[in-house]
């Protein structure tokens, strides 16, 4: 057979070709013409909903509404993110502990969890409690999913037409969400994760377990939980036997327990007792005629002391119980005995302390707000503050607000110093200008004081001298780059702190050495607990013993072993400089008559936060003030609020006891402390010391005249921790892409910025 020649192949190839190319292209152009036919259909089909005018309009509105809806919506999912990571398989069984705390003498001062107070069954609930509530709190509470659109617009209407405001925007499923889930800060992450939780909890439990959380976990004022305790506390009774007076007082307590707390105003509860019997008639719950007996017999409450709550205490202790419980220290025991350290007599003095300046200063200093933690030297956590009113707010400021602490958090910068090897407390400094990179911070007034000893830099507070000692730290660890050297000084600052008991994350700028940065009131106790400790970490902690049910022992605290934080010679260098504060410098007003006192005030930028975190060989205390919104105050420092209540807690704390020494401060200055307390004429036998019970009796007489002693040294005595007036300088710039610095004691900064 003949094979055909080359160019044969080549045409059948060529043809080939030809016809694919005309094949494809005819396919193309077919295609086309269809797709453009059944376009031109699909538009004639679609004329039927063009519209013009209005409803064009209308139209183009809904569209973009639901696109930017949709996308909204994706945005709300996001920010709830969080509190959805809080709604574990098992958290309802989370909250089941009771826990009852005692004080550190055996006395039962509280209990928090849902299980002492879950003894009444939801039917057993009388009917007119459930009525009060709902009227008051949420009328339509059977009728919406979490969020009630409609109700909170008639409570907007209600409250803005002047008739008293007595209604609620919020809905009961709302409400629990906070109790169970959130805290009650004022953001609108809060409220998006508690929009977002309220569905969440109707998905998951009935409208009438929802109902009885509620009744079981609402704080009422007097430090009871749930309105099983409140009506036994209120009106001695159960809560099964209430008349149509108290359910209606009781339902008024939900919003606001201590302004409307009978035993603290009854005019006051008795008027929002009226509103709730209106609300109930309204509503439609009971008749006109039906609430005439009330109104003519309100409710009277038993009579009972003030007692005192410490529920700022309770909640921090009952999260740590909670926190030991999850960690498997409590094994699987759900009931549960917690001794405390809590003293009585110190959280009084510290509530009356707080409660009586801001009272009377707190105009005077533009200030609604305080935070108080006082603890032993290794620890154990005595008494807490956590703001002016737990009623009003049990969001708690001592342990859960970040403040800036300004000159207050200078200590770590000295204790890197001298743990460094670099300083001691006679070394000398030299306060001139100083730099790292562009941001310049300087003394009040462009005015610096020369050459100096280390310690009375500190007791002057001076801001230069820590910026200075965190780039030699830098360049003592071989560092020459002096940006570089200032960076691994702050980072070292950092490192000792933490060691030292602050917990929260300290974020690392060039002005950090002088307090720009934020912390607890916690941690600061802690951190200046391992001055008074002897240099060992003083991590607080406010379970000494627990015991189960049965009574055994399961945990106890002095099983834990405490590391040594500082040397013993860091530790008697930095009591001995930050005694001369107290004795020489910005805090003369926390000075204690016979007692030696250190510790450290501190102000921030624009007089925002004003604290004195301060010692002595018995207690350690940290105090601040400030708003929750972070306003400023009226130039309020920390050598005069914080300084002056820190007294006032510690003097009578420091009554009939047996005063230790501050550790190493005695050995340099070569004379032991005199243990003595002050005597009140009468009161005390020669030679002899009151008891704690005596002094208790006695304290709040000695306490109101400090207090006015104490106000008037505030109206006539210029504060050395007072910032100079603004001079012809200028206002106060604040450093670009820098958190504020500190002018507490005395200084301004300027800058420009960072590299």
Known sequence: MRLPSLQSLKTRLSRGALAFDAWVNAGLYEGGHSTTEAYERFQARMQIFAFR??????????????????????????????????TSDNWLKAQDLAVTFLDRYGTEVGRRGIKHDDSLKFDD??????????????????EHYGIDPIGTARALVSNSSGKGGTQGGSTLTQQLAKNLFLSNERSLERKVNEAFLAFWLESHLTKNQILKLYLDRAYMGGGTFGAVAAADYYFGKRLQDVTLAEAAMLAGLFKAPTKYSPNVNLPAARGRAVDVLH????????????????????????????????????????????????????????????????????????????EGMLRRLGDQYDVDEAGVVILDPDGALRAMVGGADYGESQFNRATDALRQPGSSFKPYVYAAALASGLYKPDSPVVDSPVCVGNWCPQNYGRSYSGRQPLWLAVAKSVNTIPIKITTAIGKGMGITHEWNAAKAGRAKVIQLAKAMGVTTPLTDTPSLPIGATEVTVMDQAAGFAVFANGGRLAKPYAAVEVKNSSGEVIYRHADEKPV?????????????????????????????EGVKVAGKTGTTNGYRDAWFVGYTGNYVGAVW???????????????????????????????????????????????????????????????????????????GLNGLFRSVEAERSAATQPGADRPARQGALGTQRQVPGLAPVDVAEGARATGFGTP
Do not use: C
């Open 53 to 86: 005018g209005w409803k064009r309009v209308a139209l183009d509105l809904t569209s973009e509404g639901i696109t930017i809806g949709t996308a909204g919506a994706m945005l709300l999912l996001f920010l709830a993110q969080p509190a959805f990571n809080l």
């Open 564 to 592: 040594q934080v500082l040397s013993s010679q860091v530790t008697a260098d930095m009591n001995y400089m930050l005694n001369k504060v107290v004795e020489e410098g910005t805090a003369r007003k926390a000075q204690i």
């Open 625 to 699: 003030y400030g708003n929750d919104d972070h306003s400023p105050t009226n130039k309020m420092t920390g050598g005069s609020l914080p300084a002056m209540t820190w007294h006032e807690i510690m003097a009578p704390a420091h009554q009939g006891i047996e005063l230790k020494p501050i550790p190493g401060l005695n050995d340099r200055k070569g004379s032991p402390q005199v243990a003595q307390a002050e005597t009140t004429g009468t009161a005390a036998s020669a030679g002899g010391r009151l008891s704690r019970r005596s002094f208790e009796v006695l304290s």
């Open 125 to 142: 609930f009388p009917e007119l409690m459930i009525k009060a509530l709902l009227s008051t709190e949420d009328r339509r509470f059977y």
């Open 279 to 354: 609300n109930m008639v309204e509503a439609g719950f009971v008749t006109e005629g039906q609430i005439q007996t009330a109104l003519r017999n309100p409710a009277t409450p038993v009579t009972r002391t003030r007692d005192i709550t410490a529920d700022y205490y309770l909640d921090w202790a009952f999260n740590e119980v909670r926190r030991m419980a999850d960690a498997g220290k409590l094994r699987s025991d759900r009931v549960l005995t917690v001794k405390t350290p809590l003293d009585l007599s110190i959280q009084r003095s510290a509530d009356q302390a707080v």
